[in-house]
Each structure stands twice: as C-alpha cells, then as structure tokens.
C-alpha cells in the first residue's frame, strides 16, 4: 500500500543570532491511509514542527528546510507556493490544534467561522453551507447544533470548541488530519470523550491521523503504531503494542519508567541531565550524553532507524551488540 | 491517631456573580471539612473549575473564609492578632504550577530564596547567604545558580527554586498546587522524587492539589475528590484507587488513558461539568450520574462514614445502607 504521507530525511534549521538551531535533523515518517500514528516526546523534541512542515506553516524568513521530502499523496510538498498550500489547507491536510480557544476566532459565531471554510473549499452556496455545519456539529455529538451555530466560542466550553475545530478539520472531506496535542488542555472525561469521538469519526470517513502528544497512554489507547522522537530525531517506531511493551531505545525505555506506575511504590527513574541546547548538538547520537549504555560509536556517529523486528525500527548503536 | 496539623470545618467560599444583575453568589467551596496530619500527604482531586485551587488559597489564607473555619494546631486564624498571624503564615508555603510565573523575573535566584528568610527576622546577611546556599542543595542545585535569572533556567530548575523557596523557613505544611503539570515527564519524576525526599527529611504536609491521578497516587497517603465544590469522597490512597465508591470516582478513575493498548478506555461519563449558570439543584453530579434518582435530583447527600478511612458523598450509599 501507497503511504498517504511520507516524510523522508527531513531536515529543518532556525536562523538565529547565535547560529543554526537544528530542530529537526532527518526525520522519517510513513502515515498510511486511515492509520492512527502517535508522534510522542518531549517539549521541544520538534513534534509540533514536524505537522507544521507539513502544512507549509514554516516561518518563511527564519525556518530552513536544508533537505528532504514531504510526499503527499505521491506528489512533493516542499517547494510549493503558499496559494497551493491554501488550496490543501483544511480542504485535503487539516489540522486540530492544543488551545480551541485560540484556533477559533472570538468575535466571530460559529456558524460563521464553519460557513466560511465550507463555501471555499466545497463551493456551497451560503444556505448550504448553513445547513451542513448544522450537521457536521451533530455528527461531533453537540446537542442543539442550532443554538450553537449562533454562540461565540467563549459561550462554549473547552470540549465543545475541541469538538467544533474537529467538526471544522474533517467538514471538507480531508484525508489527513493533523492533531497537535488535541485533549492536553482537556479534563480526564472530556479527553476520554474527545479521544472516542475522533476514533469514530476517523475511522468512520477512513481519515489518517497524526496524533502529536507528549502522552504515552493517549497513544496507547488510540493508535496503531507510535514514533518516539528526541531533539529533532525519531529514535524508535513501530506498532504501539510492541514500542510499549517491548521498548528498544533507551530513551524510550526512560521515558515509560518516568511515568508513575500505580502498580509499584517505588521511586520514580529520572533521566538524567536535561535536553541539549540545538544551537550545539551533542555529536553522534543526540542521546549519548543521557544515556547509560553509552559507547564510543554513539559519541561519534549518528545512528540510522533499523528493522529490529516487523515494522519496528530502532535508532540506536547497542541494537548491533544484540545481533 | 495523630492530631491534625490543619483541619478544616465545614469551609465555605462564595464568589459574587458579576454580571448576572441578580445578586447570585458562586459557591466555589463548599462546606469543605477534611484533615492533614502532620509528615502526611492529601490528594486533592478533580477537573477544572472544581474549586481545588480556590481551597488551597483558604488553606494559605490567600483569601476570606465565607463561612466554617480554619484550625492550624488547633488555633483559629481567624481569632489571632497580626503578628501571631504572621508567625502562622510563615508555617504554611505554597509551590504554584507555573514556576515562569511565581518567580520574579528581575530577581537573581539568591535573591528570590533569600526574600522570605529577611521579611521574616534573619537579620545577619551572612546566616542568610549560608541558609539559601544550603537549602539550594538541599533541592539539588549548586552554587553556580545563585547568581543567575530565573530566564536562565529550565523549567524543572525553577521549579526547585521554588520549592527551596517554599521550605526556606521550615513549615510544617506546603500547598503543591499542580507542582508538576507544566513539566515533561522525565522532569516531573525528578520534582516528584524531590518531594518525597524533603517530605521524609523535614516532615512536611502536603496538600497536593493535581488533576493528574497517577502522580497523586504515586505521592498521597489519602485522596480527596472534589467536584462542583464538594468532596464527593475522601480515603485512603489505596482504598480510593481500588475500590471507588461515588459514581464520580469511579468514571474519573475510568477515564484515565491506560498505558497498556488492551485495556480500552472504559465508558466515559456524558455531559459537561455544570456551570455557575446552570448550578444543579441537588447533588451535583446528577446530571451526568447513571444512577440518579428523584432524590437526587432534589436533595444534596452530605459526606458520611462508610468505613474506617472512607468517607463518600452520594444518596446511593445511604440508600444501600438503609435496605
């Protein structure tokens, strides 16, 4: 099967005045059609990043792609000008971001806002438009989508306006939903509701969706296979039911004995040290200096992604010690 | 037992509603009574809005009680005059969850843990310079930080000034209100082993206000659930974990991602959290109670015993008992 996204040694810097910070340093990504992907790490590992290349949401005067591709539905993306990336923009890529709040405009209704996106992507007329955002807010589960098509975001709740950005993400038909860090602002039964609700949704319309989350048990309750990524790396990938049972990469492994495990009272295992400045990145593995199996070839050479078992990839040079 | 360092009895907090031109009052808390034993963790759960912030303040005395009362040693705050006042104050520290925010930005690290030690009586500059510099080790940073900005630090580092800050003049009581959810999780099991190390050493009460209830259970010795105001149930970590009474409890517990793919997330709760504007009568949670009845609907249930180290709010329990 043809991936619908495919991200190949992707390589991005940010101008600054004390260098080249490089915030993503060759990452590859496969996103097949229908398929949930978990993107998990770190602030500033370069999750967020990652979804905004895609969506060409670059800053065009700081942000470099020094190389690599970003295939979408086999045609390239990187290169495009900002008039084609307007014509994808919610129509075939969408995007459901962390605060609704701030992703809605406050002084316009709702209504508005989804009529807007619906007579220029779809070409409706305006009482068509109407009509289907009135059924696009019942297909997201909001009771009385006819008072709310005539609220102002501030007159719903958190879950609600995360349910209308969800309704708005997938009312023109996209195939690739890009969602970065969709319930982190959520309470537990909230995000419990929205995670089901773009599952079903999802599924149902036979969307891919890239979920971006620093939260290991979003993925493991939503996706199908995971990417781990480190400072602008992804250091592990596979099908989330082995990355997280049977983690390969010490950063990983770390990552999972940080979380506090209800079934032991025993002390928390910190990783070590603190995230490198991108400015002067560790050489060789990015990890290296964190790690406790470190050895002379992670401090020289970058590890590559390889197959340790069926579609599980791992970057790391101990992987050689097990063969 | 031991005798309760704090006690609260049946505390109140009402807010006025502006803007409704009705003269309504908004019952943040809520006829609150609940215990904290000296070197003893409490939990405090529940989603946002629930009033666990605004009992924290009432606990520093940040703000007004409307109505019960605070005893700290058995001494009412209310009853004392300004400098026995003072003196209580300084046994009661706060670590807030923004660390960006709670330290002064144009203060050197020294500075911000020296501030409390000299508006507090330590009049000999050089007893002061040893006493941050010792409690700076004590939260694991060095010398080199004296001197820096806060801006210079990284999330987790602030947050260890903070906390040196909160124990620079030794109280027996810290309100944690969310310590750890502005931090990655690597970090965050860093606080959190911190925490418990101070707590053993210098016999410190907590109050750890979290929504996060996997790092609560990791901490707390007891949990308190609180929603809309109330404590809907109080006891024992273990107990509360493991055999949940109140039809909250028991779908917030439920509502947590798991780590492991194979436990799905369980049927969540429908419905929003009631607003100030649409305040139940009742209990609070009827609306979104699969149980509720009439009663319900109508009376709100007090907080009574069930068994040694479980206290639940819900007309279900009474009913239970009665047939």
């Given at each position: 099967m043809e991936p619908l996204l495919k991200i190949s040694d992707l390589h991005v810097g940010f101008l600054s005045y004390a260098g080249v910070?490089?915030?993503?340093n060759g990452i590859d990504i496969e996103l097949f059609p229908g398929e949930f992907l978990g993107l998990v790490g770190e602030s500033g590992s370069g999750k967020s990043l990652t979804a905004n290349a895609v969506l060409g949401?670059?800053?065009?005067?700081?942000?470099?792609?020094?190389k690599g591709s970003i295939m979408f539905e086999g045609k390239e993306?990187?290169?495009?000008?900002e008039k084609e990336f307007q014509g994808l923009r919610g129509k075939k890529i969408s995007m459901v971001f962390q605060e609704p709040m701030n992703a809605?405009?406050?002084?316009?209704?709702i209504g508005k806002q989804m009529v807007e996106i619906l007579k220029l992507?779809?070409?409706?007329?305006n009482k068509e438009a109407k009509a289907e955002a009135v059924r696009w807010l019942t297909q997201v589960h909001i009771q009385n989508p006819e008072k709310v098509v005539k609220?102002?975001?501030?007159?719903?709740?958190g879950g609600m306006r995360q349910r209308v950005l969800l309704a708005m993400a997938l009312s023109c038909g996209s195939q690739l939903l890009l969602a970065d860090?969709?319930?982190?602002?959520?309470d537990v039964t909230i995000q419990a509701q929205i995670l089901r609700l773009m599952k079903e949704t999802a599924d149902q319309l036979g969307t891919s969706v890239l979920l971006i989350t620093h939260d290991l048990a979003v993925v493991a309750q939503t996706c199908q296979r995971v990417a781990v990524m480190y400072c602008g790396n992804i250091v592990e990938s596979g099908p989330v039911t082995k990355v997280l049972?049977?983690?390969?990469?010490p950063y990983t492994k770390a990552l999972l004995k940080a979380l506090p495990n209800p079934d032991s009272e025993t002390e928390l295992q910190s990783i070590p040290g603190s995230v490198p400045n991108l400015l002067s990145p560790p050489a060789g593995c990015r990890f290296h200096p964190r790690?406790?199996?470190?050895?002379?070839t992670c401090r020289e050479l970058r590890p590559q992604l390889t197959t340790v078992s069926e579609n599980h990839y791992v970057a790391c040079w101990r992987e050689e010690d097990h063969v | 037992m031991f005798k309760p360092l704090l006690s609260l009895q049946r505390v109140g907090k009402e807010f006025p509603a502006r803007?409704?031109?009705?003269?309504l009052s908004y019952?943040?808390?809520?006829e609150v009574s609940l215990d904290i034993c000296p070197g003893e963790t409490v939990g405090l759960v529940g989603e946002s809005g629930c009033g666990k912030s605004t009992l924290g303040y009432l606990v520093l005395n940040l703000l007004d009680l409307t109505s019960g009362e605070i005893l700290f040693e058995g001494q009412?705050?209310?009853?004392?005059?300004k400098d026995q006042q003072r003196a209580l104050k300084s046994q009661i520290q706060i670590v807030f969850q923004d660390p960006q925010s709670s330290?002064?930005?144009?203060?050197?690290i020294e500075q911000i843990v020296e501030e409390p030690l000299r508006l507090n009586g330590w009049r000999d500059k050089q007893k002061r310079k040893e006493r941050v510099r010792q409690l700076l080790d004590k939260v694991?940073?060095?010398?080199?930080?004296?001197?820096?900005?806060?801006?210079?630090?990284s999330g987790g580092q602030r947050q260890r000034v903070a906390i040196a800050r909160a124990i620079s003049l030794n109280p027996k009581l810290i309100v944690l209100?969310?310590?750890?959810?502005?931090?990655d999780v690597s970090v965050q099991a860093q606080i959190l082993n911190l925490l418990k190390k101070l707590q053993r050493d210098l016999n410190l009460a907590f109050l750890f206000i979290s929504h996060n209830l996997a790092v609560v259970r990791h901490l707390s010795n007891k949990v308190a659930v609180m929603y809309f105001g109330r404590i809907i149930e109080l006891a024992d970590t273990n107990e509360l974990f493991n055999?949940?009474?109140h039809p909250y409890t028991k779908v917030l517990l439920q509502s947590i991602p798991n780590?492991?793919?194979?436990?799905p997330l369980l049927v969540e709760v429908e419905g929003e959290i009631p607003t100030l504007h649409k305040s139940?009568?009742?209990?609070?949670f009827h609306s979104r109670?699969?149980?509720?009845?009439d009663l319900c609907r109508e009376a709100g249930p007090e907080l009574q015993f069930?068994?040694?180290?479980h206290w639940v709010s819900c007309n279900a329990m009474s009913r239970g008992r009665k047939e």
């Open positions: 910070a490089r915030v993503l949401l670059l800053p065009a005067r700081s942000a470099v792609i020094s993306l990187i290169g495009r000008s809605l405009n406050p002084s316009y209704k992507h779809k070409g409706l007329s609220e102002y975001p501030y007159e719903l709740s860090e969709p319930t982190t602002a959520l049972r049977e983690p390969r990469h790690c406790d199996l470190v050895k002379k | 803007g409704t031109g009705k003269g019952k943040a808390v809520n009412n705050f209310a009853n004392l005059n330290l002064n930005p144009r203060f050197k694991g940073l060095g010398e080199e930080y004296l001197a820096r900005f806060p801006h210079e630090l209100d969310e310590p750890t959810s502005a931090l055999n949940p009474l780590i492991n793919p194979e436990k139940p009568l009742g209990c609070s109670c699969s149980i509720a009845n069930i068994k040694e180290g």
